[in-house]
């Protein structure tokens, strides 16, 4: 890990801590925005604000959304955003290795980013897709102001994470809301108990899901010709997972691309010491660059 990344992590911790305690952020240094600013959610998850515990990494527990928002450097401005959702078995965020060093990549690409620090579902599936949703609309909302071209906002997500990020490129399509564009590193996609995460399908839907809710977050079962292109990266959470969006893709002729690796650990988001991150992230750069050019136009 980078020293920036390291100072710009600890920022974050003090950042964060009003959602812990009632310390004062620091004057400097990345702030979290409430998600719906002084607006209340219309679904609570029915966690309580005493129950959230906080590291550099890792908020767990959460009752309520915020995110932070990294800006690339006005020179380099590529006018794409990406909104990052990170994983966590949809019981916490990683969002620190999941969402600020892969933002910090973005960034260095000239794409705005957006970390989001989901509420938990605790059983209530459609908490987290409400929080993606409102996430990018808050861009396209502020898309002028930040220098975005809105038709070039995609969504990333990791592990559990992804899931969230698939189940918002098929399941939202109000143009205000739908991604342009899929990054999936490592995603839990389906909900069939052979193939998914089972501490995530709880999570998200509770022990004893029905049918319905089952078919609903089962991502590849949702996908049409309207889907947007996808990026998808795979090497810990059965790799099933990513064949089934990607054969959904193919079938409905959506531009889809995906890498398997041979080896690498779980949750390793965008760290260098993963021995494929220089093929990796050379592969997502130029697929990134062929998105803004209009290569692979989503339906909209």
């Known amino acids: 890990m980078t020293d920036k990344l390291t100072k710009q992590l600890f920022l974050l911790l003090a950042a964060g801590l009003p959602l812990a305690s009632h310390a004062s952020p620091p004057e400097t240094g990345p702030q979290p925005i409430p998600l719906y600013g002084e607006n209340t959610p219309a679904e609570s998850n029915g966690m309580s604000r005493e129950g959230v515990t906080l590291t550099a990494d890792i908020l767990t527990g959460a009752a309520d959304a915020d995110y932070f928002l990294l800006k690339p450097d006005p020179d380099k401005t590529s006018g794409m955003a990406v909104v990052i959702c990170p994983g966590g078995g949809y019981g916490c965020t990683c969002y620190g290795y999941e969402g600020l060093g892969p933002a910090e990549w973005l960034r260095e690409q000239g794409i705005l980013a957006v970390v989001l620090r989901y509420r ?105 010709d309207a889907t947007p292109p996808a990026f998808i990266e795979d090497r810990s959470v059965s790799p099933v997972n990513s064949v089934l969006y990607y054969e959904a893709l193919h079938k409905h002729r959506i531009p889809a691309e995906l890498h398997i690796f041979p080896e690498g650990p779980h949750g390793f988001g965008l760290k260098t010491d993963f021995p494929y991150h220089d093929e990796m992230v050379a592969s997502l750069a130029r697929w990134l660059r062929e998105i803004n050019a209009g290569k692979f136009s989503a339906v909209r």
């Open 120 to 224: 938990v579902p605790n059983g209530h599936g459609s908490i987290p897709l409400a929080d993606a949703e409102q996430a990018l609309r808050t861009v396209r909302s502020h898309a002028a102001e930040w220098g975005v071209n809105p038709s070039r906002i995609g969504v990333m997500g990791f592990s559990a994470g992804g899931h969230l990020a698939a189940t918002a490129s098929t399941l939202l399509t109000d143009p205000d809301t739908r991604p342009d564009f899929t990054i999936l590193f490592y995603p839990v996609i389906t909900m069939d108990p052979q193939w998914t995460h089972g501490g995530s399908r709880k999570n998200l839907l509770g022990a004893n899901p029905s049918e319905s809710a089952t078919e609903r977050y089962s991502a590849e079962k949702q996908v049409t």
